[in-house]
Every structure is written in C-alpha cells, then in structure tokens.
C-alpha cells in the first residue's frame, strides 16, 4: 500500500517532462505518414547467384579482433525486430522459435525473387523511404537514382605512405590494410599502379581526379571513417611541410607520426575544398563506432572545431554521421555554423525511444534546420537484415519525433502546424534542400 502511494507520488511530481511523455496520437498518425530521406546506409546491393556484396561498407563491422558487445537494442531479442517481421512478412508468431523464424527467411527470399532488380526499392517503399543515401565503395543492382543516391568513401586518399605506425590497435590494422586496398582501386581506376613522386603530383593526378570521378558516378556527397583511423583534430597545415614529408617517403620508409599527421591534416582539408567546389557534402563519421578498441576520445564532433572554422572550407557542407554520441549535445551547438548539418543515424539502433527523443528536442530547440534523418543500416543475418534494422530505425525515429514534438507543443514552445513542419524537416526537407534533389515522384 505504501509503496503504491510513493510509486503514485513519484509519477505525478517527480520524473515528470519528457521522460513521461506520450506522444500526440494524430501528430504520430501524420508523422507516420511522412515520407523520408535516409541520410546514412549501407544498404546491400541485388546479389546474383554465388556473389558476395563486401562495398557496403569500408571498414566493415564484424571482421575485428574483438568486436563490440552487442547493446540492448541490437540484441536480436529486441521486440522491434520481432514488430518488423510482422510488418514486411506477415509474421504469424509472438516467440522466436527457429522453426518459426525460417519462414522469415523464406518469405525474404521469395520476395526478392519476385521483385529482382526492384527488391531494394520493393524495401524502401515498405519503409516509407523516398531516397536512400548510399554509403558504399561502389554502387550496384537495384541502387539506382532517383531512389538511391552515392555516397563514397575517401580516408584511403588521405594515407598515401608506409602506415605502420597508424596501425596502433587490432583492429586498426585491419582497418588500414582495407584503405591500402581501396587506395590501390582508386589509383587503378586512373590506370596507375604506385602513387607520384611529389604531393604536387600526387593532388593533380590522384586526388583531384578521384573526386571528379564520384562526382561524375553520381555521388551527392563523400564519406570519411576518419574516427576509425585516427583522431578527428584536423590542425591547418603548411603545404611545404606536408610536401617534404610526401616527398621523403612516398616510395617507402615509415614516416614518424607527428608529421605524417600533418600530411594527412593538409590532405583532408584539400579534399574537403574539392568536394565542395564540386558541389558534394562532406560527411563525417563522429561519435561512437565499432570494434572492442574504438577510441571514443579521437571521434568527439568538437575536434572538428578547426575544420569548421577555417574560412577557406564554409563553401563545403559538413554532414556530422551519427550527430556524436554520447557527445549529443556538443553537436547541438556546433549545428550553429553555416556549413554543419548532422544526422541520427546509428542513435536510431544505439539508444531506446525515449533518450533518442531527448536528443531531438535538444537539436530541434537548437537548429532545426540543420537535423537529418538517417538509419544507419547495413546487411546482418538472413533474420535481422537491412530490412529488419532499416523497419525498426525507421519505427523509432519517427516515434522519437512525436514524442519530442510533443513536449515542445505541450510545454507552449510551438504549435501543432509548426510541430509537423518541423518533423518534415527532420525526415526529409532539410536533406532535399541540401543535396538540391529533384521530386522523386
Ligand atoms: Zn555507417
């Protein structure tokens, strides 16, 4: 009796505000309704018989030393996954049996037979998705624009010499054999076999023309795991300096840290430049990543101070990955430079529906402008894939979003009318207005 009374007591007075709040039904009706923009994926492409897609990714979880201990929410025991099988397969069962959970994977395959090349799309319509972005090496079946837009990777451009030192973790070692890789793909498809002898060469004949060549292959933005590699504190470096180091040892030798750090500062900056000369946002991974040696001390958005600062890059947008968790709120801030944008992709798998709603407002009450939705899906197992991840980020989103939407309207802040423009925003204008796309429909 007495506890029901302090139970009643601490519900009516105490953790009260948003940790309590339910969302608006019709607001979360029309929110539901609302078609997206997924700034961040790495959705698989349309495998024929016998082919493997590796180009989803990068640096691809799962291939660590030691990889991360799965959270709550990406336990496959996650309810939402369970709600996902009923929405795209019509799931009979409430439990997860294997038996029952085979006929998941038999009605996935059946429906990829029947949509072929159109599967990825078939996906995105169930989803409520409009256009995906692409975070991929290379594009492939069934990604095409409208729907599907590229986004590739360019760390591998930033490391052109003998990484050794760099490779300080496992898992960095792992992570720098797959740059070393597609720095050898991007030099290929210039029909080169070893990098040029000065950084002058090296700029002209490689990076510059990379760049060009995404551009031309439709990317709409490039990508850096930079966080993965090293830290985000990107100083402003002399071009003589980077030069010098370039020049000592790009045909082999190991370069002391300190000043191949340089080189790679000089060389995220010219990059960041040419993508925005050439009209590409610059996106970068920032916040918490994957693998039992991520260091989480190099990924805070904050480093980025200098970057976002420097006059010479406010004609290059910055898409902040992930808007830096747990440093949500330094993100809120920094969304106050013209050029910086930041999505809640990989919030949607890493947090609940409550904290994920938290991080919102705080954005929301900030700029909302600058707020991106995104998923942060990849392919996993043949029960929890891309789609299944892809339902359950898309389902916590937008109820993260009425629930934030919510308390803003109740606590006086906004009105109804202005509480569902903010949520399009989120979901889908904001990415539109930035990337310049066309009506998909
Ligand atoms: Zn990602």
Redesign the pocket.
Known sequence: MKFTVIVFLASLFGAGGLAQEQADPALLAEIKKMKAVDN???VPRVELAGEHDDEY?ALPCGNYVEPTADNVMTRSDNPEYAAAWKALWHYRWDDRKPEHVKEVVAAKQAMKQKQADHYPEWVLDQLGIEVMLA?RIAMGSGLKPPRFRWVPYDDALMYPLDNTLMADTPDRKFFFSREEMLLKRYLSDLNLTTVPATLDEYLKLIAKPTLERQKAGGAVAVKF?AAYLRSLDFQPASEAEAREVYGKYFRGGTPESARYKMLQDFLFRYIAAEAGRLGMAVHI?TGAGCGGYFKLSGANPVLLDGVINDPTLRKTNFVF??GGPPYTQVTAFLLSKPNVYADF??QTWLYGMRALATHLRDWLEWYPEKVLFGT?L?PNTPEIGWEEIGWQATDVSRRALAVALTGMMRDGGITRERALQLARMALHDNAVKLYGFEAVH
Do not use: G, I
Request: proline share 0%; no cysteine; aromatic share 8%.
């Open positions: 961040h994926t790495h990714d975070n795991e991974h990955v992930h992709s990989e942060d990849y």
